[in-house]
């Protein structure tokens, strides 16, 4: 099994499309690459995200990349649909080089790749939401008007 995190906006919706990806074992909602130990406050440069737990003999980084762009508008800086600021941004963390080689492979190989706004970085902390904020739209599905991600596509995978 191995990780990555993947940024995509609201974390909510982020979480609730992935975790239905064939290959994908388990998410947690959270925060990475702030420059606080703790995300109280302004979250001092955290960007919302999931970790992914995978398989990767099921499950390849670039597969998994293609589903994030499924969901995201890889262009837009700082934002995803309603929401606005650094914390939203779009972005592919890790602590394993080769996962980060090949979203750099990923991104490099499109025609579109100068305009890709996705922010490829080695992990430097990861910061679990608490309780409320995990699997929060399946819990709470009255609340998927919140997310930038149409409803119907975060079940696609619920429903195969």
């Known amino acids: 099994m191995e990780k990555i995190y993947l ?3 609201c974390l909510w919706g982020v979480q609730e499309f992935i975790k239905y990806v064939p290959g994908v ?5 959270g925060r990475a690459n702030g420059s606080s130990p703790t995300t109280q406050g302004d979250y ?15 499950l390849s980084v670039e597969a998994l990349i293609q589903h994030l762009f499924e969901i995201i508008d890889p262009y837009s800086v700082n934002k995803q649909g309603n929401d606005v600021g650094e914390k939203y941004r779009t ?8 996962h980060l ?8 190989i499109r025609e579109d790749a100068n305009r890709i706004a996705l922010e490829i970085l080695p992990l430097t902390n990861f910061v ?6 995990q699997h929060h739209l ?16 975060l079940h696609k995978y619920k429903n195969q």
């Open 7 to 9: 940024a995509g906006g």
């Open 25 to 29: 074992i388990e998410t947690k909602a």
């Open 44 to 58: 001092d440069g955290y960007a919302e995200c999931v970790e992914v737990e995978f398989d990767s003999t099921k």
């Open 91 to 98: 972005g592919i963390y890790s602590e394993n080089p080769t």
């Open 101 to 108: 080689e090949q979203a750099k492979h990923f991104i490099s």
């Open 128 to 133: 679990p939401s608490d309780d409320v904020h």
């Open 138 to 153: 399946s819990l709470h599905p009255e609340n998927h008007h919140l997310c930038h991600i149409p409803w119907d596509l």
